[in-house]
């Protein structure tokens, strides 16, 4: 209804499009309305957004890829130093809505939007794999909790979908820089993970315990 309600040309990252199509209609304090509306729901994304950004920070510093401090918690298990960094973080790219909207804010949205969707993506093709590997597996597929309708079909058509969108930014100039910044960004994680499975691999195998078993 908002893509068809509000022209292309005047959609932009200064005013909701939810708050600019009820000024259009010309309802009364209904724009004021869904501007309260917005930054209520703005406030719980950010209280999640910031547990999530903590609680991430705090498992990889467990995991041993981020410095171990921001995995220290405090009394209470609270991961404060983890918070504290999302906060700066959060804090920054807030400032970056006022102060850059039209550059680095547009950047940092085209990036969340292209990570969401490549999250997406990625739970689809868990999905596919998981019941070909459970089945392959010898499991059964009445054990399964939940099945997905019409699979195979639903995770290979939200995969294609969100794999289009991804293609489709490519031939946005405003959003095509998630691609430059987020391509790159999975490339290395993907590398550095395959790094250290790969030196772990390689430790565990030349371990004195390895070396025992192999002699004996």
Known sequence: MIAALLPQDQAGLSQSPFVAVFQRLGVPGAADIMNFVIITALLSAANSGLYASSRMLWTLADQGTLPKSLGRLNKRGIPMNALLLSMVGGLGALFSSVYAPETVYLVLVSISGLAV???????????????RHYLREGGQLKDLVYRTPFYPWVPILAFAACLAACIGIAFDPQQRVALYFGVPFIGLCYLVHYVRHRSASQRSEYSPNAIEEKTV
């Not at 969707?117 to 019941?131: E, G």
């Open 117 to 131: 969707v490549v999250v997406w993506m990625a739970i689809a093709l868990s999905q596919f794999n998981f019941r």
